[in-house]
Nanobody, 123 residues
Framework: QVQLVESGGRSVQAGGSLRLSCAGS????????MGWFRQAPGKEREFVAA????????YYSDSVAGRFTISRDNTKNTVYLQMNSLKSEDTAVYYC????????????????WGQGTQVTVSS
């Protein structure tokens, strides 16, 4: 079974930090790119960050660059998203996704999605 499971979402005050985790099933281990997306109520799903399996090259959206850090532990087949200096506009459901497509910022390029984890930032 191809599966991704996110965890770590919760409510936090502005300026705080959270770390999200995304554990992949064995069949996701070889997928080329793992990414994080988010979707706020009434908005489209947007790219947050991505990391490539072999090179560990990382990409970030402009809105989170400098505050969020994506990392990947290939031995555990797990991807993390460390979120610092959180703002109210970071409130959203955060999704982990995986793909063999190098078009890392486009949601439609991803084949496998987790169920999402809610992050709520209060000011």
């Amino acid at each position: 079974q191809v599966q991704l499971v996110e965890s770590g979402g919760r409510s936090v005050q502005a300026g705080g930090s959270l770390r999200l985790s995304c554990a992949g099933s064995e069949r996701t281990r070889s997928l080329y790119v793992m990414g994080w997306f988010r979707q706020a109520p009434g908005k489209e799903r947007e790219f947050v960050a991505a990391v490539f399996r072999k090179t560990l090259t990382k990409y970030y959206s402009d809105s989170v660059a400098g505050r969020f850090t994506i990392s990947r532990d290939n031995t555990k087949n797990t991807v993390y998203l460390q979120m610092n200096s959180l703002k109210s506009e970071d409130t959203a459901v955060y999704y982990c996704a995986a793909t063999d497509n190098s078009d890392y910022s486009r949601p439609g390029a991803y084949d496998v999605w987790g169920q999402g984890t809610q992050v709520t930032v209060s000011s």
